[in-house]
């Protein structure tokens, strides 16, 4: 599995990203998708999941302004982040998990939200 993610960029406080990943090769083996994020000097935390079923959890700090969702048909996996705040910058990453167990990590994409 092949995970490319886009869409960071640098916004003010309060203004909305799009962030995309498109996920390519053995997808039917997928069983769930996430995106996680780092800051700098700060470990990788998990920001929002998809689940197989369809189930998303979110972590505490993000709940009400991000929402993930996933279009199976198009395999990509979206996060809309909304109300963004300066310490939502952090470099993003999508990551995948199949049945096996075996991890999967895009490239990263920086977001910025200047105060």
């Known amino acids: 599995v092949q995970l490319q993610a886009s869409g960071g960029g640098l916004v003010q406080a309060g203004g909305s990203l799009r962030l995309s990943c498109a996920a390519s090769?053995?997808?039917?083996?997928?069983?769930?998708m996430d995106w996680y994020r780092q800051a700098p000097g700060k470990e990788r935390e998990l920001v929002a999941r998809?689940?197989?079923?369809?189930?998303?959890s979110y972590a505490e700090s993000v709940k009400g302004r991000f929402t993930i969702s996933r279009d199976i048909a198009k395999s990509t996996l979206v996060l809309q982040m909304n109300n963004l705040m300066p310490e939502d910058t952090a470099v993003y990453y999508c990551?995948?998990?199949?049945?096996?167990?075996?991890?999967?990590w895009g490239q990263g994409t920086q977001v910025t939200v200047s105060s």
């Open positions: 998809f689940g197989q079923l369809g189930t998303t």
């Open positions: 090769g053995i997808i039917s083996n997928i069983n769930t």
């Open positions: 990551h995948a998990k199949n049945r096996l167990g075996y991890d999967f």
